[in-house]
């Protein structure tokens, strides 16, 4: 065994525990076509010399826990601080949702320096996303995830975008259920697995319950995104005892048992299902059409030998690998476990062994109680959302720490990918524009979501027909601060990729209006 660690401590065993629990100032916002659009006619007067112009990037503002915009005053989301540097990671950016804390809650895709790159409010307080990630759809790049309400699990539905950011499908759960938070994974087939979690009435009393009980029903649904159509479903009640678990009853006997606590779905090599349960500590295959269990991993009844450190307590995010290992995230517990940890576990079907490939733990220790994931990158590193904790890292394959960036102490995301992704706005860059003392103004310049934008132009002229470059500066950040002197009346700004191609212009703004 591989101990891809990156801390060093003790931790309470895992095998000990499951034995003793099987027992029991004036400013111009412009977007779209606010403003002067470029494209209409609007004489502003005679422009002075060139000569009188200067253009330079300014140093971008500090924040605090909550980013300020004023190009975009709309948008608040947390403050993403990075305290390790990218290095040696995999090209791309970061997707989180973050959630429960100061600022705006919801989708968000960073660039290495913790900079936001786009940002999506949630509809209203009472709502979340969670799971927020890139998949492909009809052979594309889309950005999905799921939005609701949710306490333990979650009562919404899915959202698809393509790179323009346009909506083109929402996905709904099937048969009269509501979709829960904890999967959304789009399969080749262009359908869609998810998680449903059902309150149904069961007897309790072999658990020491009321024989009138009600339990939560963990659900799989496969859907066809195209018509939403239910294709399969599966039931945990159907398949897996409630005397499997490892939760303790409520206090209030009227309340819903959550004894199973389904919280990942995914599609294993031979086409059949892996589904991770929180409560039984056990990852099950699942036959796709028959709905049988085909082997348990882990748990009361694990079909496999449990080698020395694979077992798991409340682990999340069960996933196949190409090199045949599962990876699984483990919480472990607040009272039993000094740390969360990524094990890559190896099952073997002929002997029905399982063995501990590597393991991985953050440097500080992090202890995760709730939620995390664990995806691999092509490059054999390993990327992992830290769940309750408002941390997430990149890993080397042999367990060194590459990359890592925090939250504010209260926020979370339930989980964290690095994902390439392109994306191309359907919109137009936003300016704002600030007098300064001098005379001179400072332009704010940002276009949420395009990720092609290395400069930005500067336009200036006598009226929308007679714009022209007066100098260009550096992107920095999803907004850039841009001192400009000029004697011109309108001002626009022109975003350039790479190669000094445009890509798009903001509207104008009159800063002698």
Same mark, same amino acid.
């Given at each position: 065994?591989?101990?891809?660690?990156?801390?060093?401590?003790?931790?309470?065993?895992?095998?000990?525990?499951?034995?003793?629990?099987g027992?029991?100032?004036?400013?111009?916002a412009?977007?779209?076509?606010?403003?002067?659009?470029?494209?209409e006619?609007?004489?502003?007067?005679?422009?002075?010399?060139?000569?009188?112009?200067?253009?330079?990037?300014?140093?971008?503002?500090? !924040?605090?826990?909550?980013? %300020?915009?004023?190009?975009?005053?709309?948008?608040?989301?947390?403050?993403?601080?990075?305290?390790?540097?990218?290095?040696?990671?995999?090209?791309?950016? %970061? @997707?989180?949702?973050?959630?429960?804390?100061?600022?705006?809650?919801?989708?968000?895709?960073?660039?290495?320096? &913790?900079?936001?790159?786009?940002?999506?409010?949630?509809?209203?307080?009472?709502?979340?996303?969670?799971?927020?990630?890139?998949?492909?759809?009809?052979?594309?790049?889309?950005?999905?995830?799921?939005?609701?309400?949710?306490?333990?699990?979650?009562?919404g539905?899915?959202?698809?975008?393509?790179?323009?950011?346009?909506? #083109?499908?929402?996905?709904?759960?099937?048969?009269?259920?509501?979709?829960?938070h904890?999967?959304?994974?789009?399969?080749?087939r262009?359908?869609?697995?998810?998680?449903?979690?059902?309150?149904?009435?069961?007897?309790?009393?072999?658990? &020491?319950?009321?024989?009138?009980?009600?339990?939560?029903?963990?659900?799989?649904?496969?859907?066809d995104?195209?018509?939403?159509?239910?294709?399969?479903?599966?039931? !945990?009640?159907?398949h897996?005892?409630?005397?499997?678990?490892?939760?303790d009853?409520?206090?209030d006997?009227a309340?819903? @048992?959550?004894?199973?606590?389904?919280?990942?779905?995914?599609?294993?090599?031979?086409?059949?299902?892996?589904?991770?349960?929180?409560? *039984?500590?056990?990852?099950?295959?699942?036959?796709?059409?028959?709905?049988?269990?085909?082997?348990?991993?882990?748990?009361?009844?694990?079909?496999?030998?449990m080698?020395?450190?694979?077992?798991?307590?409340?682990?999340?995010?069960?996933?196949?690998?190409?090199?045949?290992? #599962?990876t699984?995230?483990?919480?472990?517990?607040?009272?039993?476990?000094?740390?969360?940890?990524? %094990?890559? #576990?190896?099952?073997?079907?002929?002997?029905?062994?399982?063995?501990?490939?590597?393991?991985?733990?953050?440097?500080?220790?992090?202890?995760?109680?709730?939620?995390?994931?664990?995806?691999?990158? $092509?490059?054999?590193n390993? @990327?992992?959302?830290?769940?309750?904790?408002? %941390?997430f890292?990149?890993? !080397?394959?042999?367990g060194?720490?590459?990359?890592?960036?925090?939250?504010?102490?209260?926020?979370?995301?339930?989980?964290?990918?690095?994902?390439?992704? *392109?994306?191309?706005?359907?919109?137009?860059?936003?300016?704002? =524009?600030? $007098?300064?003392?001098?005379?001179?103004?400072?332009?704010?310049?940002?276009?949420? &979501?395009?990720?092609?934008?290395?400069?930005?132009?500067?336009?200036?002229g006598? =009226?929308?027909?007679?714009?022209?470059?007066?100098?260009?500066?550096?992107?920095?950040? @999803?907004?850039?601060?841009?001192?400009?002197?000029?004697?011109?009346a309108?001002?626009a700004?022109?975003?350039?990729?790479?190669?000094?191609g445009?890509?798009?212009?903001? !509207?104008?703004?009159?800063?002698?209006?």
């Amino acid at each position: 065994m591989d101990r891809a660690r990156g801390g060093v401590g003790a931790r309470v065993t895992r095998r000990d525990f499951l034995r003793a629990a099987g027992a029991g100032v004036a400013w111009v916002a412009l977007s779209g076509t606010l403003g002067c659009d470029p494209a209409e006619e609007d004489r502003a007067g005679a422009s002075p010399s060139k000569a009188e112009e200067s253009v330079r990037g300014l140093p971008a503002a500090r !924040s605090g826990e909550t980013r %300020v915009f004023r190009s975009r005053p709309d948008l608040n989301p947390p403050t993403v601080t990075v305290d390790t540097p990218a290095n040696g990671t995999v090209p791309g950016h %970061v @997707f989180v949702a973050p959630k429960k804390g100061p600022g705006q809650d919801g989708p968000m895709i960073l660039d290495n320096d &913790g900079q936001p790159v786009w940002f999506r409010p949630v509809r209203g307080e009472e709502h979340d996303s969670m799971d927020f990630k890139a998949q492909r759809y009809r052979g594309e790049p889309v950005i999905t995830w799921w939005e609701g309400v949710h306490g333990a699990y979650g009562r919404g539905e899915h959202v698809i975008l393509d790179a323009a950011y346009r909506e #083109i499908a929402r996905v709904r759960a099937g048969n009269g259920l509501a979709g829960d938070h904890h999967e959304f994974l789009m399969t080749e087939r262009d359908t869609a697995l998810i998680t449903i979690y059902a309150e149904v009435p069961h007897d309790l009393s072999s658990l &020491g319950g009321p024989a009138d009980g009600t339990v939560l029903d963990g659900i799989v649904q496969e859907i066809d995104i195209d018509t939403g159509r239910v294709l399969f479903q599966w039931h !945990s009640l159907d398949h897996v005892p409630v005397d499997a678990t490892y939760g303790d009853l409520p206090d209030d006997p009227a309340a819903a @048992f959550d004894y199973f606590h389904i919280n990942s779905v995914d599609v294993d090599d031979d086409d059949n299902l892996l589904v991770s349960a929180r409560r *039984t500590f056990a990852v099950y295959k699942i036959d796709r059409e028959s709905g049988e269990v085909l082997w348990r991993l882990g748990g009361k009844e694990s079909d496999f030998e449990m080698g020395e450190g694979t077992e798991t307590l409340y682990q999340h995010d069960a996933r196949r690998q190409p090199d045949g290992t #599962i990876t699984l995230f483990d919480n472990g517990g607040m009272y039993v476990s000094e740390e969360s940890r990524v %094990v890559e #576990i190896q099952p073997n079907e002929d002997d029905m062994t399982a063995t501990l490939v590597r393991e991985y733990t953050h440097p500080e220790g992090v202890l995760a109680p709730t939620q995390g994931n664990a995806q691999r990158l $092509p490059n054999g590193n390993l @990327f992992v959302g830290w769940g309750s904790e408002p %941390v997430f890292s990149e890993f !080397s394959e042999d367990g060194g720490l590459l990359f890592n960036a925090r939250l504010p102490a209260e926020v979370e995301s339930y989980r964290a990918f690095r994902h390439p992704w *392109t994306g191309r706005p359907d919109t137009l860059p936003t300016l704002a =524009a600030v $007098p300064t003392p001098d005379g001179g103004v400072t332009l704010y310049a940002s276009w949420n &979501g395009a990720t092609e934008v290395e400069s930005w132009e500067v336009l200036a002229g006598p =009226a929308l027909d007679g714009l022209e470059p007066v100098g260009s500066v550096p992107r920095s950040g @999803f907004e850039t601060a841009i001192a400009v002197r000029t004697g011109e009346a309108l001002l626009a700004v022109r975003a350039l990729d790479g190669a000094g191609g445009a890509l798009g212009t903001s !509207s104008a703004v009159n800063i002698r209006g």
